[in-house]
DNA sequence: CTAATGAATGAGAGCGCTCCCAATATATTA
DNA sequence: TAATATATTGGGAGCGCTCTCATTCATTAG
């Protein structure tokens, strides 16, 4: 069948093409005999109207994009942006949005999809993964553009633009404050990049904790990592000259590669050294000792962007708005208190 | 600014529409005072050309889908998907598509998201990653609505559709082969779901290693998995029993499900057994033990298959092609060979 | 210097839809 | 039954581009 149009299905169903269209977008007004006759004329040739022209008459494309800089792609080893992904895919679904997904490879081209995001009739918004420094300028021109715009993570600068985050310094801040409950005297951290808003709101979380308690920071129990499992790996092998007796490490990831340093150096999980995670994705769970860890709702993070992204596309840009989600310490065999 | 149109440019570079049009698509029959007058305005002015009303007229949206159906996203927790799914991104912007990623959460959305993918004016091809009895029905309906189309992974009806694989059963056979002269008796193996054509292939490359060096096939050692990590543990725990000396997993991520049940039963690797997995993703490597694994090309993978699709858009879909891949065997520790 | 050639430019139709408005059919009321 | 109100339908303009074709302009050869 040579491609079907409005005007072919009006015709072949004795209406008019602007019939034909109130049928197909559900509109009240026609009489119930003739929209039965159109609906079957629609069933029986498979007729799907062209994305394209009704983009172009309606100016609403039912397109998201979500954006994930030369930052993520780096960090793409860890499974927290697939989990991030499946969530906003599952909204998009949910919403009848198509779902463009531009995945930053390197930082040429970054500037090679600005003006594939920007332009008009492709998205009716867009949703960017950022929280590094390296975002700001991506995020700079999509906030010049007028794109609605929602920012997952929280930017360096975030006046004028909406985000949703989870509160990181107070989730860090509850998981460090239970490693000292339990009676954890030398606890380290490996931190997240200082170039990241959520390496430093972890780390800030961490030092309130310490200083809540009276307790003396040792910068020797500091090591940044870079949300790498060979990242957390390294790290730990710095962080094992200060004798740490436990160790907050700013993702899962990162703290399955610090555990497996421990191991190599003998050490034995939780009796001499306890970890607690950040994220809480399947992974925590697989390794032969069960990590404690900060749950996020990744899968409601997702879902709670592409709302609000809605809301921005239907009730305008102003005022920007945030989100911040509630996370949720869980406790399992590698701090020791199980 | 409101949204600028060609004619906008045109009125303020005092030529006409279709010389801008020229100048934007990089036609050759321009004078060079005059493409420089107009890509002064259009650099000064943020201009971008409309996305839809481009697709309407010519015909050609850029943009390619890709559908993980209702079976993948069961698989969602293999990292495999994600590379695959990374590769795929970078193929597209080096050819300067965009990508539209449809990733099926239910049954039900299946059904919801093929109008979407099929409309005309949307996508100019389909990438679907398939290769379970589930998806023959999206594929059949893809097919017959004329959309180019690429299969990855080898679908269970093949004629008639183009598609992309590596050759599983040659891989597999390579991998216990390899077990086989290292001087392994009883060589178990974690199959995939026997709805699966790679299940299927790396299952019958297991046997044709034995039966090639006369051995007798014990069907205690051979248990289905399901690709997941817990399935893999699971599975090894079926196998147990059995005392295998060698297990080939079908997926890497089983292997470390089944090396964690391994060991929690007291079994070292590799002195007590050995391990061989599939895929060769980054967490091959992440555990205690390296894991001896099939490499597969999943990033190259993903670049052949964007280019064969984009083959099926420039010269028609007929005849269907094909792309096998080659592997390769990585040994490691886990094998004890090393 | 003019005719012939080729390159640069502009005008117009059309891609397939939406949406407004006018026209028509039907229902309601006096 | 006529007049009015209301529900349904059709026609037309227009969304912002591409692409063909006719026109104009510059260049070269005779």
């Known amino acids: 069948m040579p491609d ?35 609906l079957e004329v629609i069933h029986n040739t498979g007729y799907h109207p062209n ?44 919403y009848n949005y198509t779902l ?15 003006p594939r995001v920007s332009r008009k009739g492709l998205l009716d918004g867009v949703l960017v993964q950022a929280g590094h420094h390296g975002d700001q300028q991506i995020i700079g021109l999509l906030v010049d553009s007028k794109m609605p715009l929602v920012v997952a993570g929280r930017p360096f600068r975030s006046d004028n633009v909406s985000y949703i985050d989870i509160d990181n310094v107070n989730a860090s801040h509850n998981a460090v404050r239970h490693l000292i409950q339990i009676g954890y005297r030398r606890i380290g951290t490996i931190a997240g990049p200082v170039h990241s808003t959520v390496g430093l709101d972890r780390k800030e979380g961490y030092l309130k904790a310490l200083k809540e308690r009276g307790r003396e920071v040792d910068e020797s129990l500091i090591v940044e990592g870079d949300f790498t499992e060979t990242g957390g790996y390294y790290a730990m092998q710095k962080l094992l000259p200060a004798k740490p007796d436990a160790v907050f490490a700013a993702s899962d990831i990162m703290a399955i590669g610090a555990m497996r340093a421990a191991r190599e150096a003998g050490l034995r999980i939780p009796k001499d050294i306890a970890f607690v995670g950040f994220d809480d994705l399947p992974i925590a769970t697989l390794s032969d000792i069960q990590l404690t860890t900060v749950r996020q709702p990744v899968i409601q993070f997702g879902i709670k962007a592409v709302e609000l992204l809605l809301d921005l596309i239907e009730n305008g840009l102003h005022p920007p708005r945030r989100i911040i989600m509630d996370t949720e310490l869980i406790i399992r065999d590698s701090c020791g208190a199980a």
Chains 1, 2 share one sequence.
């Open 100 to 114: 463009a997904l531009f995945l930053v490879g390197t930082k040429e081209d970054e500037e090679k999809i600005f």
């Open 51 to 94: 994305a394209a022209a009704r983009t172009l008459a309606s100016q609403r494309s039912w397109t998201l994009g979500l954006v994930l800089p030369h930052s993520v792609s780096f960090f793409f080893t860890d499974p927290y942006y697939p989990h991030l992904t499946k969530g906003i895919a599952q909204a998009c679904n949910q």
């Open 4 to 38: 079907l149009t409005l005007e072919d299905i009006a015709k072949q169903a004795g209406v008019s093409r602007s019939t034909v269209s109130r049928v197909v977008n559900g509109y009240p007004n026609v009489r119930d005999g003739v929209r039965k006759r159109v």
